[in-house]
């Protein structure tokens, strides 16, 4: 089992910037790829980011060159580097850990931005 517990949601005008964190506990030596997620009222579960552990990460279209993901592998725990916040990055933010077919999340953590 794998426990992921996220954490730096909130409310942030237009332009401006958040960190989310994702700290993994349980069974952590058997997890290679981390990503965020996000849901937005309404619209599907999409990808935001996700890095393996190796460093090599994927990202979202909408989020490209505004969004940064990294991981401290010592720490059990990966970041998301939010900036240049647009309204319609308003959702919560889901961490998530595949491993052995099973996708583990977290109970996820708000964002809203204002215009």
């Known amino acids: 089992q794998v426990q992921l517990v996220e954490s730096g949601g909130g409310l942030v005008q237009a332009g401006g910037s958040l960190r989310l964190s994702c700290a993994a506990s349980?069974?952590?030596?058997?997890?290679?790829?981390m990503g965020w997620y996000r849901q937005a009222p309404g619209k599907q579960r999409e990808l935001v980011a996700h890095?393996?552990?190796?460093?090599?990460?994927n990202y979202g279209d909408s989020v490209k060159g505004r969004f940064t993901i990294s991981r401290d592998n010592a720490k059990n725990t990966v970041y998301l580097q939010m900036n240049s916040l647009k309204p319609e990055d308003t959702a919560v933010y889901y961490c998530?850990?595949?491993?052995?077919?099973?996708?583990?999340w977290g109970k996820g953590t708000l964002v809203t931005v204002s215009s």
């Open positions: 349980g069974n952590i030596f058997s997890i290679n790829v």
């Open positions: 998530n850990a595949p491993v052995a077919n099973i996708n583990f």
């Open positions: 890095i393996d552990s190796g460093g090599n990460t």
